[in-house]
């Protein structure tokens, strides 16, 4: 199946600092990718939706100033936490959509963000 | 709104026995209902999806419009069947997915 890569998979940053993720999916072109947060033994909760070449849909809750998306090709999606603070520390997961076949999503293996 | 249910935190069972993970959803129109499973330190992967009417790893699920439901079924547990399993929900025409809180399955030999 397709491949979606993230990176790092773990980061520890400095409260007020900011922290860059990337999504890359690797064998395919992904015009849509998604953001979500998953809390320790919580479920998957889709931060945003990331289209190609334009602005990305942040579900409601979720602010668009503390965490930019950036979708500038097909194949790569960045994800940037700024001034983080510790309630920032949680797993970060992207997928990737495939618009071939199945239009099926693909999941990344997400990365783990400590903010001291 | 959508929303995706899933009652069990943790459900055990010997080895041989069956499963059932239970899955309910609420959704006004015709939703596309997905199992994805997460195998210990692996990333998630999708299992099954109900369009598809498949048997992956021994594993079914049926639609229930009536029930608003989506049962993961196996009939035989096997150890490495232990693993997070998420049912989830997607909207019509919509990519936005909807998550429910998974509930883990433990296997014991």
């Known amino acids: 199946g397709a491949v979606v890569s993230q990176h790092p998979s773990w980061v520890i940053c400095k409260s007020g600092t900011s922290v860059k993720i990337e999504c890359r999916s690797l064998?395919?072109?992904?015009?849509?990718m998604f953001w979500y947060r998953q809390f320790p033994k919580q479920s998957l909760m889709l931060m945003a939706t990331?289209?190609?070449?334009?602005?990305?849909?942040?579900e409601q809750g979720v602010e668009k100033d503390k965490f930019l998306i950036n979708h500038a090709s097909l194949t790569l999606s960045t994800l940037t936490v700024t001034s983080a603070h510790p309630e920032d520390s949680s797993f970060y997961i992207c997928?990737?959509?495939?618009?071939?076949?199945?239009?099926?999503?693909?999941f990344g293996p997400g990365t783990r963000l400590t903010v001291t | 709104a959508q929303r995706v249910t899933q009652p069990e935190k943790l459900l055990s069972v010997f080895k041989g026995a069956p499963v059932e993970l239970k899955c309910n959803y609420s959704?006004?129109?015709?939703?596309?209902l997905f199992w994805y499973v997460q195998y210990s330190r692996q990333r998630l992967q999708l299992l099954l999806r109900?369009?598809s009417r498949e048997s992956i790893k021994g594993f079914t699920a049926d639609l229930n419009k009536g029930e608003t439901s989506f049962h993961l079924k196996k009939p035989f547990a096997q150890e490495e069947d232990s693993a997070m399993y998420y049912c989830?929900?997607?909207?019509?025409?919509?990519?936005?997915?909807?998550f429910g809180t998974g509930t883990k399955l433990q296997v014991i030999p």
């Open positions: 997928s990737a959509r495939d618009p071939s076949g199945a239009n099926e999503q693909y």
């Open positions: 064998d395919f072109q992904a015009t849509t």
């Open positions: 990331s289209n190609e070449g334009s602005k990305a849909t942040y």
């Open positions: 959704y006004s129109g015709s939703p596309e």
């Open positions: 109900h369009i």
């Open positions: 989830a929900l997607k909207a019509g025409g919509y990519q936005k997915v909807t």
